[in-house]
Structure formats: C-alpha cells, structure tokens
C-alpha cells in the first residue's frame, strides 16, 4: 500500500472538525513551526522538501517563497488559490470537502513562514458547500486558538478569510486571482512585476495551490528530507490525481510520484482498468490543458520505457510525444470515445473562458471553436486541419497568460496523435455523426506490453 | 553604474533611461523598425500589452544575463535591460507571429472601412495594409453587436472595436468619473455603459481620439465626410478647461471636425475638452496657426494640399491651369 500523507485519514469519520482532526494528530505542524521554528526555517525545509507547485506549472513552491519581495513597512499576503476549475481537475474541491483543516493548517505554517498577516483563500464561486466548510474550519480554529491574535502565544499574528469568487476559470491565473480579489474584473496583469514584488494591492504576494499548501503540514511534522524520499528525481513526494473519464474507479487519488502511468490506470489499488471491458484509446494526464496522448505514448515513452506519474517523465518528449503534469486531472478516453469531439469540447470551454483582454486568444480560442464544431458535426475540409494547427500555433505563447497556451495545446496534440481520426471525419462526414473512428493504431505498439502485465 | 542603458534594435543601438520600453527606446530610433502599437498609448498610464502587435523577439536579454527571452514579448511593457538586443523587422518569427496577430484582429472586425468615418486615419487599417493577408480564412458569421448611443455626442460601434481599453483608460484618467467599461468576457466582451447611462462628462470625447478603430466615432461628423477629402489645420483658442490647441478638419470653408493634435504614432498630445471639439466649429472661433503635418504615408497626404503643386502636364499648357483653378487654389488658400 502507498504511502498517504494529504489522505491519510480520509476516512475517518468527523476528520472535517478541528476535534477529530487534533486527535490524529493535526496542527502538530503548526505548534512545531511556531514554537520551535524560525520563519526561515520553515522555508528551507519545503525548500529541502523539493514540493513543486500542485496548480499546474509545477513550480519549486520554497523557491516561490524565497522570491518573495520583503520590504520595510509593507505587508505580505499569502493566498491559495483555490479557484479549482480545470476540466477533469477536482483534488482541490475534494480535499476542501474532506479535510478542511488540512488546508487551513498548511495556512498557518506557509503565512508564518512568510511573514504575512492577512492570507486569503480564493475559492471558487461555484463551490459554495465548499466555502462553508472552510468558514466554520476557521472558526473552528479560531476559538482553538490557532487564528488571530498571538497564534499559541508565539506572539504571531494571522487572520485568515475565505473570499468566494464569481466562478471565471480565468480567475485561477494568479494575476488574475489578484485582480478578483481586489475587487476588479478579472483580467490577467501584464508580467514582470510578478506577484512576488507587487501582487496583491501592489505588495508582495505568493499564490499556492490547496495542494501546495496543504503538503507543506507533512513536510513540517516529518522533515524536508522525509519528504524528498518519496516520490522519483525532482519529482518529490506524493500527488492527488483527480481520475476520471472511462475507467473501473475513478475518483481522487493520492500516488507517490513516480508510480507508472500503466500501473495506475490498471492497476487494482488505483483505477482498476478500462471501464466495461474496453480498451484504452487516449489519456490526458493533467487536465484538459495538457497536451493529449494516444494510448501508446501515454504508457510507454518514445523509446519504449514505461511512462511514470513524474513531472519529468510526463514531459519527457517534448511535445512531440510528451505531455505535462499539469494539475493532475487525468482523463481515461476508451476506444469508442471521439477525439474529435472531445478536442471540440475543451475547445469550447476555452472560448468561453477567455478573459478577452489579448487579442490572439480573445479570437483565435472561438475561431478555432467554430473549426472544431464543424469537423465534429460533419461540415469540415481537409484544409481545416492546417488551419487548426496554424491557428494553434499563432496563439501559442503570443498572449498575456497561459490561458492561450492551454487552448492551443490541447487542439495541436489531437492533430499531432489523431489527424488520421480529424480526416475520417471529414472523408466520412455523414458516418462520423453516429459511429466512432474507434482505436484504430493508437494503441497498436504495445497492446502486448498491457496484457503481460496484467 | 550609468544613467543610461544601451539597447540595441534590429542593429541599431540607442542609449535610453532606465525603465524605457523597448517600443520607447525603439520610437526614439525610429523609422520602420518601430514595432505597430494598436492598444498601447504612451499618454495613458497602464495601456498596453493587450493588443500582442508589438510583440518583439529580445535575442538577448542583458549584458549581465545574455539568455534570450523565452517567448515574444509585448515591446510596449517590456523595459530595457542594458545591452538587450532586440529583433523586430528582423525575425521572421516576430513578422509571422505579428501577421497572426493581425489575422486575430480583423476576424471579427466587419471590414466596413467604405462607410467607416475612421478610414483613412484607422491604426487597423494601416496595420491591415502592412501585415494582413490579401484573403480571409475565417468563413464563419462575424459577431455583431447593436450599435448604441452613448451620450449626444458619441456613437459606439462595437462591431469595429478591437477591445484595446484605450478609452477606458482615458475616462480613468482624464476624466472624474468613468461610466463606461468592458461587459461581458472572450470574444463577446463589450465596450458599454451599464444599462446605456450617457457618456457626460467634459473629457468624454477624448474616447473619440484614442480610439485606434472606428469604434467610436464623433456624432457631429458622422457620414458628413472621408477623412482624406478634409485637410487638418492646426489652430489655438483661448479654452478655460483645456489647452485649447486643436486640429481642425476644413472641407472648403467650413470646419467639420475639431480634433486633438496628433503625433506620428497617432497619439494626441494634448487632451482637449468637449466644447472645443463639439461646439467650435468656425474659423472665427479659433486663432489658425499652420496646416498640420501629415506623414507622406497617411491617405489624408495625398492631397498633397500644402506641397500641390500643378501637375508636370498641366505647367506648361495654359487651358489645362484654367480648368484647375479652383482646386489649386484651394491649396494655397491657408
């Protein structure tokens, strides 16, 4: 059995309240940093931890925190970024539901180490049940001691507020989570200056994800180097994996990074296989942003080693074969599963979400929308695939935010593994409206290697 | 350390302050290598980055950390670093990258410059003409809004807008009090006024001028002209809210439109108060200083209306000057 750090006590009944929580051993973290600890201390040890950002970028969360600004007079902000709401990503709403303390005590021990006195957590607006939860947490701490005035009587100061946001998926780009939070719409800023010298209302900020944060309570009651054993290479640690799309069990997982990609979709402690008996066609390993991998590639890398749940060995590859970590949403599409319509999908929930501030994203995310419907519903030409990928690669890194990327990718990947599949449809316009180009090769090279294994 | 850093643009080197961006250091060059600014507006604070069309490849980002920057960059926010080189008019990647951009920006803009009163002074025009396809490869139905009236004096066209928040900045900052923002997200967003309130104020038809497209366009000249068949004269009066000094546009003797001066970037350099631009519009208001001077680039020049002179066909032949008098007259009239 894996080792669980956020989710070991998931189970248990009541851990949602602070009484139940201090019974196994919650906010132990925060009375070792606040007692024992120096606020740099705290930092060099998720430093040591080698815990990289869980939102999507993968980021060295210690480096983040050592970047911070630290001017006379002026004060710091912590705020976790809790506006979750990538398609295919729901580890956050589920460890918020479960184990609010869990983010709350990370809360203390990360706004300690970084000196700050007021942190916020941005929930999205959609996750009201959520947003309860964490407001009675917070009192629930309060009246514990563990909030306001002289945290424990290590004279530390910390007043924490759930801020609830309008549901913008935009807003989850730490910029524009600052913007919200001020109160203004919820644009992307313009970087440099970056959060850290002058985020929120222009003083120095750091913006975590709930994984992030909550994942710095087991390196401070176990130890950065405790921690840096699990896991493999720079990927340190363990990661809730948001399961979803055809398999036996879905559901949130936490795995130690490192476990391999087959291991976990068939694996019976995890997934458990492809739902209904059928066979894996394509995988999105990070959420709808990264790019997507036909079953062959999703398992095994270009040189045919096992694929692993690391930030490395997903991107391993580049674009070309690889894929990214991204938040961990990983998504399971079974062989009667549509690519295209799938790409199309996504394609429409970028539209709608861009902020529309940037032009090659405001309108190259419904350009390529209105491309993708067409091929989807059987009005497409075959010069519409070139002009997806030409599209793509125009808003590619020429926005503001890494919303544009996060459009573009999905829709280059598809092409890049499944054009076969993209000019089926356009070949067979009035056949791909109710059947499925199915697995066809995209599995081929190491349909072998599944079997043996199981 | 000095007080002046070297950047060097498209191989040409200038010395600048510190914390100039690099479009700043690169204006300061000038010429063709000044990257096409649609959305930034040197005169209002926080403009910029939006509209990507001057975006620029830094091949290198400074003396200290010579490492290229990883992805193009918006030259208008974007400050120099010492010894940066920039590629502009050189990549191809930035010429490439800057045509999609272009390509993005006239997707949904209903290319209605034939009955568009910005046609001739349009910044997406020129920038068409510059970088966009012959051809559009979108072939889908443009968005389209309803067009509203915000105020008496100003006609909002949301179907040209490129969303650049130039006039929103400009009721930020020149103006008490800003009614007007962006509804609504992506592609559907909107220049509006919650629920239609009139754009009132003093400042408000400034929104006219920063406008890079025929957005917004001035009520009082609306239809009653092309910019081209009007020639600029700039003149002065005596305004107790403003600076006063204007462009005024004549057809024959009358004044059609009064503008603020603009500058070779197309950015006014005073702001100018609604009843110079509204209310002013005779001669005898105003005290005429000289023709304005327009590019040679600009279709407005090609009138040619303070260099005209008779056509080499027409010098020698005494009917033909007889036939043109009254147009060569027009021309030295000012």
């Known amino acids: 059995m894996a080792r669980k750090l956020l989710l070991e006590h998931i189970n248990v009944p009541g851990i949602n309240t602070l009484d139940v ?68 990503t729901f580890k956050d709403r589920y460890l918020m539901t479960h184990i609010p303390h869990a983010l709350i005590e990370g809360m203390i ?35 514990a001691g563990f909030l ?18 309008g549901g913008a998926y935009i807003c989850g780009e730490e910029t524009a989570l600052l913007e919200s939070l001020e109160g203004k719409r919820g644009n992307p800023r313009i970087k440099p200056p970056f959060p850290a010298i002058a985020g929120l209302y222009g003083c120095p900020t750091v913006v975590n994800n709930v994984e992030s944060i909550a994942a710095v309570v087991p390196i401070i009651n176990d130890g950065g180097d405790e921690y840096a054993k699990l896991g493999i290479g720079r990927s340190t640690g363990t990661k809730l994996i948001s399961a979803s799309g ?16 087959e291991e976990f979709i068939y694996s019976d402690e995890w997934c458990g296989g492809i739902a209904n008996g059928k066979r894996l066609k394509a995988t999105v390993a990070g959420g709808s942003s990264v790019p997507i991998l036909p079953a062959n590639l999703s398992l095994k890398l270009a040189n045919g080693e096992p694929r692993l749940m690391s930030y490395e060995s997903l991107s391993e590859g580049g674009f070309a074969t690889g894929t990214m970590m991204g938040s961990g949403g990983f998504i399971a599409f079974d062989e009667d599963q549509c690519i295209v319509r799938n790409t199309w999908n996504f394609s429409r929930f970028y539209h709608h979400e861009s902020c529309g501030q940037c032009s090659p994203c405001r309108e190259g995310t419904g350009w390529m929308e209105k491309v993708l419907h067409r091929l989807e519903y059987g009005h497409g030409k075959m010069s519409d695939i070139d002009l997806l990928v030409d599209v793509a690669k125009k808003i590619e890194g020429n926005t503001i935010c890494p919303l544009g990327d996060a459009a573009a990718w999905p829709v280059a990947s598809a092409i890049r593994h499944f054009r076969d599949e993209f000019e089926w449809h356009v070949k067979e316009p009035i056949k791909s409206l109710d059947t499925n180009y199915g697995l066809a090769n995209y599995a081929e090279p190491i349909a072998k290697a599944v079997t043996t294994e199981n | 350390m000095s007080d002046k850093v070297k950047v060097t643009i498209d191989g040409i080197t200038v010395e600048v302050a510190p914390g100039t961006s690099i479009l700043n250091a690169a204006r300061q060059i000038g010429g063709d290598i000044v990257p096409p600014a649609m959305c930034y507006y040197s005169k209002l604070e926080g403009s910029g980055g939006k509209c990507r069309t001057c975006i620029v490849k830094v091949s290198k980002g400074s003396e200290k950390d010579p490492r290229p920057m990883p992805k193009l960059v918006a030259s208008c926010r974007t400050t120099v670093m010492d010894g940066m080189e920039v590629m502009n008019i050189t990549s191809p990647e930035v010429i490439e990258a800057r045509s999609g951009v272009v390509e993005m920006l006239l997707i949904n803009h209903p290319l209605d410059c034939p009955v568009c009163d910005q046609a001739g002074e349009c910044d997406l025009q020129n920038l068409g003409y510059e970088h966009g396809l012959q051809k ?3 072939e889908f139905e443009r968005r389209t809004f309803e067009r509203i009236d915000i105020g008496d004096k100003i006609q909002l066209h949301m179907n040209r807008c490129i969303l650049c928040y130039r006039c929103v900045f400009t009721a930020d900052q020149i103006t008490n009090k800003r009614v007007h923002g962006i509804l609504n997200r992506g592609d559907h967003s909107e220049i509006s006024t919650y629920i239609q309130t009139a754009v009132d104020n003093d400042f408000s038809g400034n929104m006219i001028d920063v406008c890079p497209v025929g957005a917004l366009t001035d009520k009082t000249f609306r239809f009653r002209n092309r910019v081209w068949f009007t020639k600029p004269i700039d003149a002065h009066r005596d305004c107790p809210t403003c600076s006063g000094k204007v462009t005024l546009w004549y057809k024959g003797e009358d004044v059609l439109r009064v503008t603020a001066r603009k500058d070779i970037y197309g950015e006014v350099e005073e702001f100018i108060c609604n009843t110079c631009r509204f209310d002013k519009k005779k001669t005898a208001d105003w005290v005429i200083e000289h023709p304005t001077v327009i590019s040679d680039t600009s279709v407005i020049a090609s009138n040619h209306y303070d260099t005209l002179k008779p056509l080499p066909v027409i010098q020698p032949n005494l009917k033909l000057q007889q036939a043109n008098k009254v147009e060569l007259e027009k021309t030295t009239k000012f």
């Open chain 1, 21 to 88: 929580y201090r019974e196994k051993g919650g906010y132990r973290a925060v009375e070792k940093a606040l007692k024992t600890l120096t606020p740099d201390d705290v930092v060099e040890e998720v430093k040591k931890s080698g815990l990289r950002g869980r939102g999507g970028a993968g980021f060295p969360t210690g480096m983040k925190w050592s970047f911070l600004a630290k001017p006379e007079g002026v004060p710091r902000y912590l705020v976790c970024n809790a506006d979750e709401s990538e398609p295919g």
């Open chain 1, 109 to 143: 021990v990360a706004s300690f180490a970084l000196g700050a006195k007021t942190s916020y957590i941005y929930v999205r607006g959609e996750m009201m049940p959520q947003i309860r939860i964490l407001e009675k947490a917070i009192a629930e701490a309060k009246n």
């Open chain 1, 148 to 165: 306001g005035k002289n945290i424990l009587g290590s004279g530390y100061d910390l007043e924490l507020y759930v801020q609830p946001g």
């Open chain 1, 246 to 261: 055809n398999l036996v069990r879905p559901g949130v997982y936490e795995i130690e990074l490192g476990l391999s990609v």
């Open chain 2, 136 to 138: 559009t490869r979108y």
